[in-house]
């Protein structure tokens, strides 16, 4: 079934474009939504609306394009990965969440677990998305939950292969890309060869998203080859 037709979507519903309207629709009509789409688009906003109306667990799978050098960077593993976190972040927030109290975050959750003076586990109560690094994926179950596979076009076969396997079928999954904005060597993505094996199964809905909202200077500087 399609989005319900009195859900406003946190007050998107009314402003959907058709391709964004089909977007929604596919997430709740299908078990995996492929869209390919340029910045600006409003496809990781809508998917986070979304996966919000579930009321299942988010797990946002990022891809940390300088992996090599999170190592040597300073901070905490949660403080490395933080900068990647930035597109669920702007999400959330426009469909009017506070992100401090929804992502799981284990410093923040520990400093305000003190400040409440209540158990960690207490301090989880409101925490409903997950970001999650696919190099902790290994061996683990997905399993009840939303799944936003974001800069879908950064991972390679053999990633998105990881990450698929370990899905099991009660689990809804978006994976947002942009084949034109690839920050790994294009012949490694696997983004299109994943929409190209995919797009004859019939749990799965491959899109496109063509209209820019950000404005003329971000328009205009997408049409550069």
């Known amino acids: ?26 997430i709740f009509d299908h078990q995996l939504v492929m869209v390919n789409a340029k910045a600006g688009t409003g496809k990781t906003t809508l998917a986070v609306a979304c996966a919000k109306i579930f009321k299942k667990p ?17 901070g905490t593993q949660s403080e490395k990965e933080s900068i990647y976190h930035q597109p669920l972040i ?24 003190l400040r409440r003076k209540v158990t960690v586990k207490r301090a989880m ?7 999650k690094s696919p190099l902790f994926l ?3 179950n997905l399993k009840d939950m939303t799944i936003i596979i974001d800069e ?34 294009v012949s490694k993505s696997g983004f299109v060869p994943y929409m190209e094996h995919f797009k004859d199964q019939p749990y799965c809905k491959i ?17 550069l080859k």
Not at 1 to 26: C, H, I, R, S
Not at 152 to 173: A, G
């Open 138 to 140: 290994r061996g683990t």
């Open 58 to 74: 988010l797990t946002y799978i990022f891809n940390p394009v300088q992996e090599s050098s999170m190592g040597f960077r300073p």
């Open 207 to 223: 899109l496109t998203l063509t209209k820019n909202f950000r404005g003329e200077l971000a328009n205009w500087a997408d049409t």
């Open 152 to 185: 879908c076009q950064n991972f390679t076969i053999m990633e998105l292969r990881k990450i698929f396997t370990r899905i099991h079928d009660s689990c809804k999954v978006i994976c947002i890309g942009h084949s034109g904005q690839v920050d790994i060597p």
């Open 90 to 113: 702007d999400a959330l927030l426009e469909i009017n969440e506070n992100p401090v109290q929804c992502v799981y975050n284990e410093e923040v959750l520990a400093n305000e677990a």
């Open 1 to 26: 079934m399609p989005l319900p037709e009195n859900n406003l979507l946190f007050g998107f519903a009314p402003k959907l474009t058709v391709e964004q309207q089909e977007y929604v629709n596919a």
């Open 125 to 131: 109560d409101n925490i409903w998305c997950y970001p």
